[in-house]
């Protein structure tokens, strides 16, 4: 009788700390702030003590001119950095599919960036885009060119270079396990039909990689509308708000306007458009399996 | 899969290939090469790879843990030391916890058909999205003000005159606070990774185990644990370098004697004059458990990336 009543409990025991702490550090503080972006809150107050305003922190982001400027560069950096990296990563891919020596190093070395600290990098890259001491304008100079302003004028630009050499390995390796995984009859078949290299990857390979490559897409999508620490180590958000993506007008308006009733309102903004990605990249998977699933009952039938 | 014999050695895919080496570690290579380097040879930019490499940019960063005088340094003022007992303690323990607690939960997930296991895994995958900047409104408001323990309670009392201090107990500036976010932060995660490998587990053993007589808890722990080894070290590496390299959160929940390296660099780059041969040598140092990892183990990272993406 014991033993029965354990088993029936064992699930929840198993589940029971995971729940907890997920529950207390993340459930709650995201109700908190939902309700805390209705507000006129500030660092030093309990929620309770602060007054109701109703949409306003909302409203009046609706009408602020920086955070239409950080939106704006929020998300021309992520489409941009997501559409070169998944162009290079690919393409990479495609190239190196084959067994030559040298490959696994590459791989290892490859996850490198995206495994160091992003505020190493950050220090990394604002060293060599240094007007004077920096490797770039050295070597413009050594070759006799002007050197550019890389973190003034052509902030965005230079941000955007960093972030596609930290994470462009990371689609190169899924798409190199995706292109690994294909079925090689397909690959025969095609071989046999007498298809051209380009043919076979238009009509063949790109085709099959496709699930994985739309949902690579969206994780590197959603992970780019998370960059923070890279981007606050170049330029600190500057010059001006070139920079200044909305995770970083977040954090500042939060500890350096002290404004967590408008900090939390923009979070909202930022969450909802995050859940829109995701809840895409779930439809989008379970839409896959479904096909799958429909095709595997048809290939049955035709036995 | 790794088979000995390779395809006919084309030398333009070995310049590619080199060329693609070159630019994934250059830039990490001109770090290293410029620790070792004192200010007045990086800021001249005359040497190069031909300089006296010195170890002085290390020893002033760690000036405060180093059981020796320094003879170049008259004060200590970079407490870098003290900012990497404080990363290794916080990393490890919250590593370590959410394993711990992120195998049991996936293992439930995946084998138990159980009251709100829906909600659970549903919420689960939906919480993976949150980023950290999110999380640093809510979670500085709480932190600081809510998740205290009143001072005129026993306990709160107790605290204040063990540890000293004037207003109430709370989780800010503790390394409980700051351990306790990365935590649930890393849960998510380990748990999707997780799932993955326990379903491949097979099910006869557990049952033969549990006809030996074997508990719940003894079938979870020495039958499925040792099997999913490979699945609990890409978890492990993934968690570690979250909390050994998260700078936002630390940020917002740390004190004076909580600080992570990364606080620290950041706070030395934006100050107007910055001494790249230390900030270059701490960097260094806060690279180099990543690196190692990834030499070590980069089958497991690699599998674990993969199983995120194509089990999505």
């Not at chain 1, 060293?127 to 004077?132: D, I, K, V």
């Not at chain 2, 290939?17 to 800021?43: C, E, H, Q, R, T």
């Not at chain 2, 020796?68 to 916890?97: M, P, R, W």
């Not at chain 2, 950041?266 to 001494?275: A, G, I």
Request: aromatic fraction near 10%; charge should be neutral; hydrophobic fraction near 55%.
């Amino acid at each position: 009788m014991k033993t029965a009543t354990l088993n029936r409990l064992t699930p929840y025991i198993f589940m029971a700390p995971a729940a907890l702490i997920m529950i207390i550090a993340l459930l709650y503080p995201l109700g908190y702030m939902i309700y805390g972006s209705f507000r006129a809150w500030d660092p030093s107050q309990t929620l309770s003590e602060t007054e109701f305003v109703g949409l306003k922190n909302y409203i009046s982001l609706l009408n602020d001119p920086n955070f239409h400027e950080s939106l704006a560069v929020t998300l021309k950096f992520a489409f941009v950095v997501v559409s070169i990296e998944m162009v290079l990563g690919v393409g990479l891919a495609l190239l190196l599919d084959r067994n030559i020596r040298g490959m696994s190093i590459l791989r290892t070395l490859f996850i490198l960036p995206m495994m160091i600290a992003p505020v190493v990098v950050g220090l990394m890259w604002r060293y060599m885009y240094h007007p004077t001491v920096g490797t770039f304008n050295r070597f413009l100079k050594s070759i006799g060119l002007d050197g550019v302003d890389w973190l003034g004028q052509h902030a965005l630009m230079s941000v955007i270079i960093a972030d596609i050499w930290q994470w462009t390995p990371f689609i190169f390796i899924l798409s190199l396990a995706a292109l690994q995984s294909l079925p090689s009859s397909a690959l025969e078949a095609s071989r046999i039909d007498g298809a051209t290299g380009w043919q076979q990857i238009w009509h063949i390979k790109l085709p099959l990689m496709m699930p994985v490559l739309i949902v690579t897409c969206l994780l590197r999508l959603i992970d780019a509308f998370k960059v923070l620490e890279v981007i606050l180590v170049m330029t600190e958000g500057g010059p001006g708000l070139s920079t200044e993506i909305l995770a970083l007008r977040i954090s500042r308006t939060a500890t350096e306007f002290r404004e967590l009733g408008t900090a939390a309102a923009m979070s909202n903004y930022l969450l909802i458009l995050l859940m829109l990605l995701t809840a895409s990249m779930f439809a989008y998977t379970k839409f896959q399996e479904a096909r799958a699933a429909r095709l595997a009952a048809h290939a049955k039938e035709d036995d | 899969m790794a088979s000995p014999s390779y395809d006919k050695q084309n030398p333009a895919f070995f310049a590619l290939l080199a060329a693609l080496i070159f630019m994934a570690i250059g830039p990490i290579f001109l770090m290293l090469v410029n620790s070792f380097k004192l200010d007045v040879d990086i800021i001249s930019g005359t040497s190069g790879l031909l300089f006296l490499p010195t170890i002085q940019n290390y020893e002033t960063a760690l000036c405060d843990i180093l059981w020796y005088e320094l003879e170049h340094l008259d004060y200590c003022s970079l407490k870098f030391g003290q900012s990497f007992i404080n990363s290794l303690i916080i990393a490890l323990v919250s590593t370590v916890l959410t394993l711990v607690i992120g195998c049991m939960a996936a293992y439930a997930l995946v084998r138990f058909r159980f009251m709100g296991r829906d909600v659970a895994s549903v919420s689960t995958l939906m919480v993976r999205m949150v980023p950290p900047a999110v999380l640093l409104v809510p979670v500085f408001g709480l932190w600081n003000n809510e998740f205290c323990i009143d001072k005129t309670t026993m306990v709160g009392e107790w605290i204040r005159d063990t540890f000293g201090g004037r207003g109430d107990v709370c989780l800010a500036g503790t390394y409980s606070g700051i351990i306790l976010i990365y935590v649930a932060m890393n849960l998510p995660f380990v748990i999707w990774i997780l799932q993955s490998f326990i379903v491949q587990v097979p099910r006869q053993l557990e049952e033969a185990a549990k006809m030996d007589g074997a508990n719940p808890f003894q079938v979870f722990f020495l039958v499925v644990l040792p099997l999913i080894k490979p699945g609990l070290a890409a978890a492990a590496i993934f968690t570690f370098r979250i909390a050994w390299n998260e700078y936002l959160l630390a940020s917002a929940l740390s004190d004076r004697d909580t600080k992570t390296v990364p606080i620290l660099i950041v706070n030395n780059m934006s100050e107007f004059n910055v001494e790249w041969g230390v900030i270059m040598a701490t960097g260094m140092l806060l690279a180099i458990p990543p690196i190692i990892f990834t030499l070590l183990a980069s089958r497991q990272i690699i599998t674990g990336m993969t199983a995120g993406a194509v089990k999505g």
